[in-house]
């Protein structure tokens, strides 16, 4: 009793009663676990966009879980069994690399050993989606960027849109950013639309929009 005294912060069922808005303040407080929480209040992150997973509830609950334990920080990766859990004899560095310590940030966008293959086919899932296999289906919504069922096939075409998977357009100038992810053509409207996925973390967010949206792609849509 004498350490659950101790233990006692004042909490009782009339104390834990707080609004919404002081729980996700007192998330945001949080050096560790408040990371995600920060980053989600900033002005060029959709919010609403960025949670609509966990209310599909498409994931099966323990990959669900082990996405919300990446966000919070909380996976043992070397730097936090050493920093944090406070474990000895823990060499911080990434396990597959060995060049850099081994942080969430490293695994998801900065090992070496894992760009050449699994950031790759990463970006091609993101960029692909195949609901079928023999017949995929293009059409273009009212307003907006198209949406697209792209299989593995390079060159894809109905009445509707043509659509390039991962190929050279041909210009009269010689430009060296000419390679989009994708490129689909309303063959009505004849308008082509340029698609270049990224994955970049958080802190990156900015730049990366740039680079892809206007400086990288600029002389090609021109």
Request: aromatic share 8%; proline share 5%.
């Amino acid at each position: 009793m004498y350490s659950l005294a101790l233990a006692d912060e004042g909490y009782n069922p009339l104390s834990a009663q707080q609004t919404s808005e002081q729980k996700i303040g007192l998330w945001k407080r949080r050096e560790l676990h408040g990371a995600h929480a920060q980053m989600l209040s900033q002005e060029y992150i959709d919010c609403t966009l960025s949670n609509l997973w966990l209310r599909h509830g498409s994931l099966f609950p323990e990959t669900e879980g082990f996405a919300v334990a990446i966000q919070d920080r909380v996976i043992a990766t070397k730097v936090y069994r050493k920093r944090i859990l406070q474990e000895h004899g823990i060499d911080d560095r990434c396990r597959r690399c060995r060049e850099a310590p081994e942080t969430i940030e490293h695994i998801i966008a900065g090992c070496s050993s894992l760009a050449r293959v699994e950031y790759l086919k990463r970006h091609n899932d993101v960029a692909k989606i195949n609901p079928s296999k023999n017949s995929p289906k293009i059409w273009f919504p009212g307003g907006g960027v198209p949406l697209l069922y792209i299989s593995a096939s390079p060159v894809l075409e109905n009445d509707k849109a043509k659509i390039y998977w991962d190929r050279s357009i041909r210009t009269d100038l010689t430009i060296m950013a000419n390679r989009p992810d994708v490129m689909m053509l309303d063959k009505k409207k004849k308008i082509a639309f340029l698609i270049d996925v990224a994955i970049p973390l958080n802190h990156n967010l900015r730049s990366t929009q740039a680079e892809k949206s206007i400086s990288m792609w600029l002389w090609l849509k021109n």
